[in-house]
Protein backbone atom coordinates (compact mmCIF):
# COMPACT_ATOMS: atom_id res chain seq x y z
CA UNK A 1 0.00 0.00 0.00
CA UNK A 2 1.11 3.18 -0.89
CA UNK A 3 1.21 5.93 1.54
CA UNK A 4 1.82 9.02 1.86
CA UNK A 5 1.64 11.48 5.00
CA UNK A 6 0.90 15.54 5.04
CA UNK A 7 1.94 17.00 8.07
CA UNK A 8 2.43 21.05 9.34
CA UNK A 9 4.65 20.50 12.53
CA UNK A 10 5.90 24.02 13.86
CA UNK A 11 5.84 24.55 17.14
CA UNK A 12 7.57 22.28 19.44
CA UNK A 13 8.26 18.71 16.78
CA UNK A 14 5.49 16.64 17.92
CA UNK A 15 3.09 16.68 15.32
CA UNK A 16 6.16 15.56 12.73
CA UNK A 17 7.25 12.90 15.55
CA UNK A 18 4.08 11.09 15.67
CA UNK A 19 4.16 11.33 11.94
CA UNK A 20 7.21 10.15 11.31
CA UNK A 21 5.98 6.64 13.44
CA UNK A 22 3.34 6.31 11.94
CA UNK A 23 4.89 6.61 8.64
CA UNK A 24 7.76 3.97 9.88
CA UNK A 25 4.76 1.50 9.98
CA UNK A 26 3.31 2.43 6.74
CA UNK A 27 6.29 2.92 4.92
CA UNK A 28 5.18 6.18 4.14
CA UNK A 29 7.26 9.23 3.26
CA UNK A 30 5.95 12.30 5.43
CA UNK A 31 6.11 15.67 3.63
CA UNK A 32 4.56 19.47 4.34
CA UNK A 33 1.76 20.46 2.31
CA UNK A 34 4.15 23.02 0.45
CA UNK A 35 6.35 19.41 -0.76
CA UNK A 36 3.01 18.33 -2.91
CA UNK A 37 0.66 19.05 -5.34
CA UNK A 38 -3.15 17.99 -5.25
CA UNK A 39 -2.25 16.09 -8.03
CA UNK A 40 0.77 13.86 -6.79
CA UNK A 41 -1.51 12.55 -4.13
CA UNK A 42 -3.67 10.47 -6.62
CA UNK A 43 -0.72 8.47 -6.76
CA UNK A 44 -0.95 7.33 -3.01
CA UNK A 45 -3.72 4.59 -1.38
CA UNK A 46 -3.50 5.99 1.49
CA UNK A 47 -3.16 9.56 2.57
CA UNK A 48 -2.64 11.00 6.07
CA UNK A 49 -3.25 14.71 7.08
CA UNK A 50 -2.35 16.31 10.36
CA UNK A 51 -0.90 19.00 12.38
CA UNK A 52 -1.07 20.87 15.85
CA UNK A 53 -3.95 21.91 16.56
CA UNK A 54 -4.08 25.84 17.18
CA UNK A 55 -7.29 27.65 18.67
CA UNK A 56 -9.29 24.59 18.18
CA UNK A 57 -8.56 24.00 14.72
CA UNK A 58 -5.90 22.30 12.58
CA UNK A 59 -3.16 24.77 11.22
CA UNK A 60 -3.98 26.84 8.32
CA UNK A 61 -1.41 25.58 6.02
CA UNK A 62 -2.63 22.21 6.19
CA UNK A 63 -6.53 23.85 6.21
CA UNK A 64 -5.33 25.32 2.82
CA UNK A 65 -3.88 23.07 1.41
CA UNK A 66 -7.55 20.33 2.06
CA UNK A 67 -9.23 23.25 0.92
CA UNK A 68 -7.38 23.33 -2.53
CA UNK A 69 -7.81 20.10 -3.73
CA UNK A 70 -9.99 18.80 -6.23
CA UNK A 71 -13.70 17.41 -5.65
CA UNK A 72 -13.95 14.15 -6.65
CA UNK A 73 -13.03 10.61 -6.25
CA UNK A 74 -9.68 10.86 -4.08
CA UNK A 75 -9.01 7.64 -2.26
CA UNK A 76 -8.54 6.43 1.32
CA UNK A 77 -7.20 8.91 4.26
CA UNK A 78 -6.94 9.78 7.75
CA UNK A 79 -6.20 12.31 10.40
CA UNK A 80 -4.48 12.96 13.55
CA UNK A 81 -3.56 16.12 15.67
CA UNK A 82 -1.31 16.97 18.29
CA UNK A 83 -2.56 19.01 21.01
CA UNK A 84 -2.72 20.52 24.37
CA UNK A 85 -6.45 20.09 24.53
CA UNK A 86 -8.78 17.49 23.36
CA UNK A 87 -8.42 18.24 19.44
CA UNK A 88 -12.06 19.06 17.25
CA UNK A 89 -11.20 16.47 14.61
CA UNK A 90 -15.22 17.32 12.77
CA UNK A 91 -13.67 19.94 10.42
CA UNK A 92 -10.62 18.78 8.61
CA UNK A 93 -12.44 14.70 8.40
CA UNK A 94 -15.82 16.57 6.44
CA UNK A 95 -13.91 18.88 4.48
CA UNK A 96 -11.98 15.53 3.29
CA UNK A 97 -14.92 14.06 3.02
CA UNK A 98 -16.58 16.78 0.83
CA UNK A 99 -13.57 16.37 -1.38
CA UNK A 100 -14.02 12.78 -1.95
CA UNK A 101 -11.68 10.95 0.52
CA UNK A 102 -13.01 8.19 2.74
CA UNK A 103 -11.56 9.01 6.23
CA UNK A 104 -10.73 5.98 7.50
CA UNK A 105 -9.58 7.04 11.31
CA UNK A 106 -8.78 9.53 13.25
CA UNK A 107 -6.13 9.54 15.93
CA UNK A 108 -4.75 12.54 18.57
CA UNK A 109 -2.55 12.53 21.31
CA UNK A 110 -2.02 15.07 23.72
CA UNK A 111 0.91 17.08 23.35
CA UNK A 112 3.69 19.91 24.84
CA UNK A 113 2.01 22.81 24.63
CA UNK A 114 2.88 26.49 25.52
CA UNK A 115 0.30 28.53 22.99
CA UNK A 116 -0.31 32.07 24.16
CA UNK A 117 -1.29 32.42 28.01
CA UNK A 118 -0.16 28.73 28.65
CA UNK A 119 3.53 29.88 28.30
CA UNK A 120 3.41 32.26 30.88
CA UNK A 121 3.12 28.90 33.09
CA UNK A 122 5.30 27.12 30.98
CA UNK A 123 2.99 25.15 29.30
CA UNK A 124 1.63 22.26 29.51
CA UNK A 125 1.50 18.65 29.31
CA UNK A 126 5.04 18.71 28.90
CA UNK A 127 7.40 15.70 27.93
CA UNK A 128 4.37 14.60 25.57
CA UNK A 129 3.95 12.68 23.37
CA UNK A 130 6.03 10.00 25.53
CA UNK A 131 6.88 6.37 24.55
CA UNK A 132 3.29 5.28 25.40
CA UNK A 133 1.58 8.23 22.93
CA UNK A 134 4.43 7.24 20.48
CA UNK A 135 3.57 3.62 20.32
CA UNK A 136 -0.50 4.10 20.48
CA UNK A 137 0.64 6.38 17.14
CA UNK A 138 2.17 2.88 15.71
CA UNK A 139 -0.56 0.84 16.52
CA UNK A 140 -3.28 3.36 14.99
CA UNK A 141 -0.94 3.53 11.60
CA UNK A 142 -0.73 -0.88 11.86
CA UNK A 143 -4.46 -0.96 12.13
CA UNK A 144 -4.84 1.00 9.00
CA UNK A 145 -3.05 -1.28 6.98
Not at 14 to 30: D, K, S
Given at each position: ?30 V ?16 G ?16 F ?8 Q?R?F ?29 S ?5 T ?21 A ?9
Amino acid sequence: MKTLIVCVSVSHGNTRRVAEAMGEVLGARVVEPEEVSPADLAEYDLVGFGSGIFSMAFHPRLREFARSLPEGQQGRAFVFATSGFPAVMGPMTRLLGRKGFEVMDTFSVRAFDTFAPLKLVGGIHKGRPDATDMAAARAFAAGLG
